[in-house]
């Protein structure tokens, strides 16, 4: 289906492009969000009228967002969550739980300008984007840990999990014996401590 596009949209074109959709594409999202309009001599028509007013509404949207978007750039959040020895998450931290601790924040976002690739499902130090005008993104930075004291490491650059799993490097072997029946100790072990005592 060709469509105008009345703003610009993220690999597909700026305002006024004319372009070709896939039809569910443009009925499902461009359409009912008033994101394009179908491509006919009385659209074009409409679009070519209206243009002028199309542009200043577009950037004054986003004159706004690049003035919210000074709350956002930058922000840092803590996520404490459950997860089990090797970091994985009981669940996951999904695009609502970073919105909230904006908000807490004090930053000012919605559900539908956090873009999330996949859900968050191990602990560890992500960078989320905010896309808040199709023209204006800014990153976040979110901190997902089991504690407090777990996110003030991983805040500055401890690898957590690493350094849970390190090796014993003490050096410290334990007696063994052979040939000694469940709860004995080692025989040497023994005749070391008497002698020692004597």
Known sequence: ????????????????????????????????????????????????????????????????????????????????RQASNTGQLYGS???????????????KVQKNQVVLDKPIKAIGLYEVRVQLHPEVAVSV???????????????QGVDVMAAMFEKDEAGFTEDYDPNAEPGEIAVEALAATEESAA
Do not use: C, H, W, Y
């Open 141 to 155: 930075k979110v901190n997902v840990a089991r504690s407090p004291e777990e996110a003030d490491l991983q805040a």
């Open 93 to 107: 931290v999904a695009v609502r739980d970073i919105v909230e601790a904006l908000e807490a924040e004090g930053a």
């Open 1 to 80: 289906m060709e469509i105008i596009l009345l703003e610009r949209v993220e690999k597909l074109g700026s305002i006024g492009d004319v372009v070709t959709v896939k039809d569910g594409f443009a009925r499902n999202f461009l359409l009912p969000n008033k994101k394009a309009l179908r491509s006919n001599n009385a659209n074009r028509k409409v679009f070519e009228a209206n243009k002028a007013r199309i542009v200043a509404d577009n950037e004054a949207r986003k004159g706004e967002a690049e003035t919210a978007s000074k709350d956002v750039d930058g922000k840092s959040v803590t996520l404490i």
